[in-house]
């Protein structure tokens, strides 16, 4: 069953809102997950990719952070604000596991994420970093994308 790009959306939108509390409150992912299917309406969610980023990303968080650390420009993780660090590890984690997903996409998501949820400008630095880690990740993709070889 092909599902629409509105409920994959809504899954990110949901999926960094339980990393951020994730990594705020320390609490169990099951714990988490199962609060956010409570005070949701998940009806028009794609509720499986929801599980699969809060998941994956909680799984391999250090593997991510190393995926965009080398284009933080000088900061350090604990320099960056909590919501646009949720929203960096589910793009990588996107770039990494979930090739189906067009950077571009990723990107998108991404950055609009940061304009509803992070900090002035946020979504500014999001763009920056995804835009360097997808280069490095997704190399061929993105220069196939330049070179109008999509």
């Not at 409150?25 to 988490?32: D, E, F, K, M």
């Not at 991510?64 to 960056?80: A, C, Q, S, V, Y």
């Not at 909590?82 to 991404?110: G, H, M, T, W």
């Amino acid at each position: 069953m092909k599902v629409s790009a509105a409920a994959r959306g809504r899954a990110r939108h949901f999926a960094m809102q339980a990393l951020y509390q994730w990594e705020m409150s320390g609490n169990a992912l099951h714990v988490i997950e199962a609060e956010f299917h409570t005070d949701n309406d998940m009806s028009k969610v794609d509720v499986e990719y929801f599980h699969e980023i809060l998941h994956g990303v909680a799984a391999i968080k250090s593997t991510l952070d190393e995926t965009f650390k080398p284009f933080l420009t000088g900061l350090r993780l604990d320099e960056i604000d909590p919501v646009s660090l949720a929203v960096l590890r589910q793009a990588c984690y996107e770039f990494e596991k979930r090739v189906d997903v067009p950077y571009k996409v990723v990107i998108n998501e991404a950055v609009n994420l940061a304009k509803k949820f992070g900090a002035a400008d946020s979504h500014k630095f999001i763009n920056g970093v995804l835009d360097k880690v997808a280069l490095r990740v997704r190399k061929d993709e993105v220069e196939a994308m330049r070179t109008g070889r999509s």
